[in-house]
DNA sequence: TCGATTTGACCTTT
DNA sequence: AAAGGTCAAATCGA
């Protein structure tokens, strides 16, 4: 163990001290300046010991530091587990030998969207982007092959976004969605990307005299689709017509969805300490502040379809502090459709709620969509 | 006519 | 070598 290995540790087990006092300075009685006072302690710890873990840049830009503790406290707070699956990952571009994560040059996650039969929505549900089809490829052992896209302005703007969509043999309504790159277009006509959802489903295994039939079935239920969705785009019913869950995704990914753990600064009075109080200060610091307007008022929406949004240049899941790309700006943030749109946190959930109206016990219990 | 999809061929990775 | 991923010509359809 060299030195360096002896201060991050000391940093780290001096961040878990720190944390372990502000636990006991929770209580109302403590004073908000003790409070900060430790917060700011803690964030020094972790960006120290972030900052030694990284090759280069800050602890934001870092796309290489194995974070398990970022991992455990995804998993432990919104059963989002790390990607088993770490195929596709480069392990070539190792930049230090003490660093034990590879580096991969594209950020990945998968979501898994159930779509639910009786809805009207039968294909994956768009995620705000224009994604055009480029490949299909039967998969060894799935009944279904999988769909390959990129974004509609990979050539016009040089956007190297991916998405993969694999629908589950366990359950033909659930279709993982691997996407791989972050946009770096700006997709400003998210308005018309309405009809590029049913294009999404990769059909499932046929024979090749099968192939034109299905095509001219496929394109009808297209349109009597849009129809039936256009008789629907009002009753926007947030969580029952689809689930989304953000299943497990790729340990590259951390970074983006925790680019630098760190708690909130935000003054919190509460009665129950430990998880709620920190579930409760995402909320206050990320997840209602996702809301974006369109999401208030989807009535701005000209979309048919729910959108399922795995980041929108924020990959935060509402948790953590948003990596927004460098092209994106505040239009494009707000008028991006968000992941939460598809939370099944009820179905009567009024999405005109304030801040203050919002139990954190509420989210806690319902984080599950994640 | 143009943009999107299909699909066999080709390339890359393991 | 096999499987996954991408390319690009052919095709479709608005």
């Not at 009944?143 to 366990?170: I, M, W």
């Not at 459709?337 to 509420?362: A, H, Q, R």
Request: glycine share 6%; charged share 20%.
């Amino acid at each position: 163990m060299d030195m360096e290995q002896m201060v991050l540790i000391s940093e780290l087990t001096q961040g878990k001290e720190l944390a372990k006092q502000l636990r006991n300075h929770l209580k109302p009685s403590s004073s908000k300046e003790t409070r900060d006072f430790l917060i700011q302690q803690i964030l020094g710890s972790y960006e120290k010991a972030l900052s030694m873990l990284n090759c280069v840049g800050g602890a934001a830009s870092s796309s290489m530091v194995d974070e398990p503790a970022a991992d455990q406290f995804i998993s432990t707070f919104t059963n989002i587990s790390p990607r088993s699956d770490t195929s596709g990952l480069d392990y070539k571009d190792q930049c230090h030998k003490h660093v034990y994560k590879k580096r991969k040059t594209m950020p990945q996650w998968t979501e898994q969207v159930k779509v639910c039969s009786g809805t009207g929505l039968e294909g994956p549900l768009d995620d705000g982007y224009c994604w055009r089809k480029y490949g299909q490829k039967d998969i060894l052992g799935a009944n279904f092959p999988r769909g390959y896209y990129r974004c509609t302005h990979r050539h016009a703007q040089g956007c190297l976004a991916t998405k993969q969509v694999q629908r589950s043999d366990e359950d033909p309504s659930i279709f993982e969605v691997t996407y791989r790159g972050r946009h770096t277009c700006s997709q400003n006509s998210q308005l018309a990307v309405a009809a590029m959802a049913s294009s999404s489903v990769p059909p499932p295994p046929m024979s090749k005299e099968k192939r034109n039939q299905h095509y001219l079935i496929k394109q009808q239920e297209h349109e009597d689709q849009n129809k039936k969705q256009s008789q629907e785009v009002m009753m926007f019913n947030f969580g029952s017509a689809a689930g989304l869950k953000v299943k497990a995704e790729n340990l590259d990914n951390r970074e983006d969805i925790f680019p630098s753990f760190s708690f909130p600064q935000t003054s919190i009075e509460v009665d129950n300490v430990g998880e709620n109080m920190f579930i409760e200060s995402l909320i206050e610091n990320n997840f209602m502040g996702s809301f974006s307007p369109k999401f208030i008022s989807p009535a701005t929406s000209e979309s048919n379809y729910f959108p399922v949004s795995p980041s929108h240049n924020t990959h935060n899941f509402g948790l953590g502090h948003s990596v927004q790309t460098p092209e994106s700006d505040l239009t494009e943030i707000i008028s991006a459709p968000n992941s939460v749109t598809n939370s099944p946190i009820g179905e009567d959930f009024d999405f005109s709620l304030v801040k203050v109206d919002f139990d954190p016990n509420f989210l806690f219990d319902n984080l599950e969509f994640f």
